[in-house]
């Protein structure tokens, strides 16, 4: 059986590592899996067991999403798009995959259907279809336009066989950020939340600090590193790990005033393993993050990312905090101060049976919707 994947990150590399995890459960699972990337190449990425193929790269100009930027910084031109366009029908011709995913599309990546759009009709009409399904997170941006809801509906109605749900209902449902949903219920299907293995580090600290990517998260970074300075005496032993994605010029100038016992990183492998030693974990609240602080079982003290008009972040964050998981820091209120004092007033780690295992669901239930589908003709 074969797998096609296509994912679009345009700022953090939220999308590409949770789609990655989805990747290697299939390709673990027997498939062969071919992962379509249009988001700047990050290394490390997709994993083992899975082939990459690189469209020519696409980001946001900047955290407000408002512009698509090639990766010198240009404009979008038709002949770009029309590149693209035609080299990921060409991958799926090729390939000819049994089951075509494409991840946060129509729910999100709107700005992207000038490929995905052909792409979908092109798949549709294939002398051998495959099986179509969307991959989306749980909870989903919000504020959207007037008649928005309905044009996804119909696309999911019209393109996917199923959506695919990483999220656990008992933790969240997609109709809490998206009320039309159950309008496509048949097609809905929740896998659990996308969490990594479990895994260990021989390091301890009594601090990780993380920023994701780290293009959105340099105001969260100073703060801890202030925060660090004012509380070494009680926490010793700090991680910061500021992203590959962190300005360089910035990362020097930090480095050079942090105090003995602060060890700064660009990115870590054994993340979640630095997580399972800790006493604190200080970072955003991006899905990945987060499934590995809850892997993790860990403290947590979350900073949403809210720039922009985002929303998503901030929902999960809140629910976290509500279970008693979590202590939350507005992004518009963070500061060292503010930091340190919630440091100081950390409540006891609440338990929580929230379903992680959504990477090794995914591929059950993909394998499983291969194996019952019709065969073609009958």
Known sequence: MRAMIYVQHLLGIGHLARVSRIAVALAGAGMEVVLV???TPVLGYPGSGVRLVQLPPIRSRDMSFSALVD???GTLSDEFKAVRRDRLIGEFDAFRPDILIVEAFPFGRRQMRFELLPLLRHAKTAARPPLIASSVRDIL???????????TLGLVRDF??????HGDPNFVRIEDTFPLAAQVADRLIYTG????ERSSSPERYDVVVSAGGGIVGRRLIAAAAGAANSLIRQWPLWCIITGP???TAERTALAAGLPSGIVLETFRPDFAGLLANARLSI????YNTVCDILRARCRAILIPFAEGGETEQSARAHRLETLGIATVVREDQLTPESLSEAMKRLPP??????NLEGAAETARIVLDRLATRPKPGV
């Not at 996917?160 to 749900?165: H, Q």
């Not at 780690?349 to 929230?354: P, Q, R």
């Open 160 to 165: 996917f066989d199923l959506v695919l749900v």
């Open 193 to 196: 939340l996308v969490a990594g």
């Open 283 to 286: 970072s955003q609240a991006g």
């Open 245 to 247: 994605q962190f300005p």
């Open 37 to 39: 990337s249009g988001g």
């Open 349 to 354: 780690l609440a338990s929580h049976k929230i």
């Open 141 to 151: 941006q919000e504020n959207r336009k007037p008649g928005r809801g309905e044009e």
């Open 71 to 73: 990766a010198e910084g």
